[in-house]
Structure formats: C-alpha cells, structure tokens
C-alpha cells in the first residue's frame, strides 16, 4: 500500500534570497496591486531592492540590519507587519516566510467552509490603512469587492480568506519599507549588549542551490510560525492520511483510488473532524463508491456553538462546531441520526469508553490516549488509513538563544519556551520570572487568551483575533523593546498571563 504521507504545499520556490523585482514579479498573482492597475500609492511600486543587491547577497555571506523582523506570512505575519509599518513610521521592517502564499489558510485550507462570519475577514482588511490602500490598487473586481457583496453575518467559503490574504500579502511585499525574503528562518540569537537579534536563514536546498549563510538583525523579532496538526502513536502500525490531505477534497479524491476498496479510520470529533468526515463521505457517495470510514470519537453527541437566548453571548466558540461543519453534524452525523443519514452507508462510528470527570481529572492526557489506543486496536483491523483529527500544536520553531546569563544555551523548543498569551511575550522556561527581550509571538502558535462568555480564558484563533489581538500589543511591543521591559501598568498582565497559559499550553 502506498503511504500518504504529509505532503504539504508548494513551500520552498525559491531560495531565501532577499526577492529581486523579477522574482516579486512571479510571485504576485493576476489579482495583485501592481503598476499596471494605476492609480497605485507611490510605495506599492517602488522596491527596495534591485538586482545588484540580489546578486550581491547569493555571492557572499549577507548580513543586514533592520528595525524589526517578522517571521511568518500567514494572518498573523501580514497582520503583524501591517501593524508595525504603522507604529514604526521610517524603520524597515524584514518580513521572511516559506512561500508568501497566505500561510495555512491559503496553502492547506482554502477548500474549507470558514467557521468566521465573512465580516471578520472584511473587518481584518479595513482595520489598517495599508490594508485599505493595497485593496483599493487591486484590479476590480476581486475578493476585497467580492467579500463585501457577502452576507456579513454568514460563513463563506475559506478561499475568501485565502485570496484576501494573498492579496494584502503580495502588496505588503512592494512597500518600500519591508524586505520580503523567501526563507526558513533556522535560529534568533540575542547579543545582550548590542540588544539586537541576529536571524540566520537557510537557503532552500530543494532548489539545489550552494548553501548560502543570511542574517539580519534588529531588535524586535516576532514569530508568527503556525501550528500543525497533533499527532500521537497509533496502537497498531498503519499509514496515516493527513489531516491536511483530509480537509482538501480535491488532494483526497487524486490520492485515494476510485475502484478499490479502502478504509479510513478518523479519529476525534471537533471541527476539523467532521469536515474531514464530510469531505470522505461525500467521495464515498459520488466518485470512490468502495470507501469506507470508521469513526472513533469520545461522544456520539458533538458540541455546536450557539447564540444565548437572553442575550446574543455565543457559546461554545471556542470548543463547538459552526457554520457547515454544524450543519453536515446535525443533519448527518449526531446521536442516533447517523444510522439512519446519507453518511451512515459509508460512516460506521465506534464511541470510545467513557472517563468520568473525577477520573479524567487524575489521568494525563497521555494515559487518557493509551487507553483509547486500547479499545480502537480491534476496530483497526482491515483498516488502510488513519488521520487523527485531535487538535493542533505549534509547528516547529526556530532555535532561540536569548542570552540571558545562564541561558545562553537554545531554548527555543515549543515545549521549553514559555508563552504568555496577554501580552505575546515570551519566557525561557516557565519558572523564569525574566521575559526573552524583544521577540514575541502571535497566531495560531502563539494566540491571545481571550476571556470566553463562559467565564474561562481560551485561545482566540481566527484571521480577525490575530489582528485584533497585535493591533493592541504592537505599539506595546515596540515600547518595550526600546525600554528594555513592559512597562508598569502592565506588570499584572504579565504575570496573569504568564500563569493561565500555563495552563493550557
Ligand atoms: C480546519 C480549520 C478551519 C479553520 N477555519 C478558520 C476560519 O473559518 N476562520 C479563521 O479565521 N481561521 C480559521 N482557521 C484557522 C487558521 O487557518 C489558522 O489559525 C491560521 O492559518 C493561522 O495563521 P498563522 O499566521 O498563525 O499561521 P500559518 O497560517 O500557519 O502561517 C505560518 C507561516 O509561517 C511560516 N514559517 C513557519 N516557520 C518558519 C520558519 N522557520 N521560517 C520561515 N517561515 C516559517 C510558514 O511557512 C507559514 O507560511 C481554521 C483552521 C483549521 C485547521
């Protein structure tokens, strides 16, 4: 059988070579801002490199300087750098990501029914001026155009959201005050005594380029690097299906044959579960009539979000389904329904064995998981692919090295590095009373606390979370890293923060 492995997007195009004109050139899409669609803001045409500094910078060693540097080209990192270009009015900002193609949203998740009403992503657009202005130079008509003739209120379809973000991306990449690099950002090394961070990339072996050494160095350095799907041991070997490949019908239907029988197992039952249940039941039922699905979930009685009666607080936000995936749940999947739905013919579901509250609450998630692993092992048998649809963690980081007296060593683990998700600073570890000076992190592997209407803090992730969350902490950030810390008033913050996100990260 042939593995499906983890196959991703179209990262790694290009070298992580400052971008020469014509390189932006190719990068831009049909719909992006450019010249040709005058009247454009004098920065959007204008370009801060030419090609001598290119072919300058893959013969030697490159080393430059800059006022702020931005990791990540997905909500977060257009978000981010949308926001700095305003709060730092001259300085330069160097902008790095693999692919500039609107991160996860617009490489993996395009062909998603969104779970945000269409409003959030026009509010994202508007919240910045640049943002405006990028829009208004694009060709008409295009998503920006397009997404206000939606229904605010409403989902809609992710692309929105990809092609809004790749639309603001490809104008952020002209503005003369940023350098885009095509890049993997490889380590952040802070020299106390200069208080600057030194960034080194790798160039992008794929290409078959000589290894090339870039760094940059500023004293404000942002992650916005995204998350991945979790992952835990299977308790049988088998190939798995991404999560990513489940939630792209298309990808599904090239990777899996038409007129064989096949098996998939899906594992878990929160948004990205039931979209993945969708997208196979709907091949099962037109194109790939000998799919089959096994479906192991916790309850057989999903969560969904909904609106309080009294007065209008959405509920379950964060933890219940929404939009399509509400609805294909309801309709398909929920209780007793199931047996008797269009999806029951293809979806057989094995309801994992219950742990009250009192003994969930002495059992690690671990142990939790060995003994679900238990009791899927007879249910396996037969089965071709596994996906386990069991939440998100954040993607791999860059090696961090703070310089902090004993710590001088790498910290930069995601288990290691301590996140306080109040105000986007970081700890070295989290006994550490003395944040990283200067980097901060924002989006899905770095996202808000934000209160829920029930009472308790809970990651806000979502393209309009992201921005409002560094819309209020970017002017913060950069007056922290002039001074050297938060400041007072903003103590508590720290602290608080620091503690609840420990308790959920
Ligand atoms: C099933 C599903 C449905 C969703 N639906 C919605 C929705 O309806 N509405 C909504 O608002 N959100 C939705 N989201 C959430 C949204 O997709 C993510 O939260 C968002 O894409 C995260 O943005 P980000 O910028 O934090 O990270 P990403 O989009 O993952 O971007 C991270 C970027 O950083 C780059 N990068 C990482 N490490 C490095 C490095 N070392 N060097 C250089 N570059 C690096 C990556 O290449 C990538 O481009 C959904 C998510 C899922 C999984």
Known sequence: MRP????????????????????????????????????????????????????AASAHVHSQKADAIVV??????????????????DGKIVWIDRAFEGG????????????????????????????????????????FTALKDLDLDMTCPLYYAADLLTLISDGLIQHPRIEPILGNVTRAVRNPSTRNWRITLTPNHDLGEPPLSIHY???????????????TDLPIHLSRLTLETCLSPSRLARLLPTSEPRTVAVVGSGHAAVLALRNLFRLAAVSHRQLRIRWFTRTASLTYAAFRDDDGALLHEHDGLMGEAARFAKTMLEGERLATSGA??????????????????????????????????????????????????????????????????????????????????LFPSSGSRNEVLGLFGAGSAFPELELAV????????????????????????????????????????LEEGRRRYHEYY
């Open 104 to 143: 996860a949203i617009g490489q993996l998740y395009r062909e998603l029914p969104s779970y945000s009403p269409a409003g959030d992503y026009l509010q994202y657009a508007l919240n910045l001026r640049t943002f405006r202005d990028i829009c208004d130079a694009a060709p008409q008509p295009n998503v």
């Open 454 to 493: 029930e009472g308790w803090r809970q990651p806000a992730v979502g393209v309009w979370k992201f921005m409002r969350f560094v819309h209020k902490m970017v002017p913060r950030w950069v007056t922290a890293t002039k001074v050297g810390r938060f400041t007072r008033a903003e103590d508590r913050d």
């Open 72 to 89: 990540g080209g997905g909500a977060a990192g257009i978000a981010v750098v949308g926001n700095l270009l305003e709060v730092i009015p």
């Open 344 to 425: 029951g013919a293809y979806i057989t579901r094995f309801v994992l064995p219950q742990v009250d509250e009192k003994e969930a609450a002495g059992m690690s998630e671990k142990a939790r998981e060995i003994m679900e692993g238990d009791a899927m092992r007879p249910h396996l048998e037969g089965v071709d692919y596994v996906v386990q649809c069991i939440g998100f963690e954040r993607a791999r980081l860059p090696e961090v090295r703070p310089g902090l007296g004993p710590l001088a060593g790498p910290v930069g683990t995601a288990r290691r590095l301590v996140f306080n998700g109040l105000t986007g600073s």
């Open 217 to 231: 160095t500023a004293p404000l350095v942002v992650y916005c690097t995204g998350s991945r799907p979790r992952a």
């Open 4 to 55: 499906l492995t983890r196959s991703c997007c179209s990262h790694f195009r290009s070298g992580s070579l400052p971008l020469s004109r014509g390189a932006i050139r190719q990068l831009l899409r049909p719909s992006s801002p450019k010249t040709l669609y005058s009247p454009l803001p004098f920065w959007l045409v204008r370009r801060n490199h030419d090609a001598a500094d290119a072919s």
